[in-house]
Antibody, heavy 116, light 107 residues
């Protein structure tokens, strides 16, 4: 059974770095791309980037300068790190698997509030 | 960036209605379009991939069509559990982009 679950800090101060972990089960990270998507009040759903099954990454240029996606295959975990947070980064962050479609399985999402 | 414009932004419907919603791409994206359903408080769920392929377990009342710049999602015989926001996504060009959504509400 495929499962994805995001865990993160909930509240982050402006200018700080956001770190979110996506823990997966039911499949191997070496067989599938893993994606990050966020949903904000201002811009709706936004694709952020992905890490390929081989470990290389691709990012949305809007985030490229401050976003990093990595993984630990031994722990079945994918990581998102984004620095220089702004209040506009407040929203729900999702990890998702790319299978038959870009996002065939989604995590439940983690709410992140950027506020001092 | 490729802009995906969905219309209408909301629809008031009745159970049993046939519902049609549209998604227009600002450039040719071939058939690299998916449709996702998001119910309140939930993550999006895949309905249609590759413009017209129904995902596993999706009821056959959901049909996707289109290619190039114009895409349609049709729900025949609308059910109460279909009340949600529907999003299109293009993945032909980086950055992949979502539409703004069509919200289905009961009359």
């Amino acid at each position: 059974q495929v499962q994805l679950k995001e865990t993160g800090p909930g509240l982050v101060q402006p200018t700080q770095t956001l770190s979110i972990t996506c823990t997966v089960s039911g499949f191997s990270l070496t067989s599938y791309y893993m994606q990050w998507v966020r949903q904000t009040p201002g811009k709706g759903l936004e694709w952020m980037g992905f890490i390929r099954s081989g470990g290389s990454t691709e990012y949305n240029s809007e985030f490229k300068s401050r976003l990093s996606i990595s993984r630990d295959t031994s722990k079945n975990q994918v990581f998102l790190k984004m620095n220089s947070l702004k209040t506009e980064d407040t929203g729900v962050y999702y990890c998702a698997r790319r299978g038959v479609a870009p996002f065939d399985y989604w995590g439940q999402g983690v709410m992140v509030t950027v506020s001092s | 960036n490729t802009v995906m414009t969905q219309s209408p932004t909301s629809m008031f419907i009745s159970v049993g209605d046939r519902v049609t919603m549209n998604c227009k791409a600002s450039q040719n994206v071939g058939t690299n379009v998916d449709w996702y359903q998001q119910k309140t408080g939930q993550s999006p769920k895949l309905l249609i991939y590759g413009a017209s392929n129904r995902y596993t377990g999706v009821p056959d009342r959901f049909t996707g069509s289109g290619s190039g710049t114009d895409f349609t999602l049709t729900i025949s015989n609308m059910q109460a559990e279909d009340l949600a926001v529907y999003y299109c996504l293009q993945y032909n060009y980086n950055p992949w982009t979502f539409g703004g959504g069509t919200k289905l509400e009961l009359k």
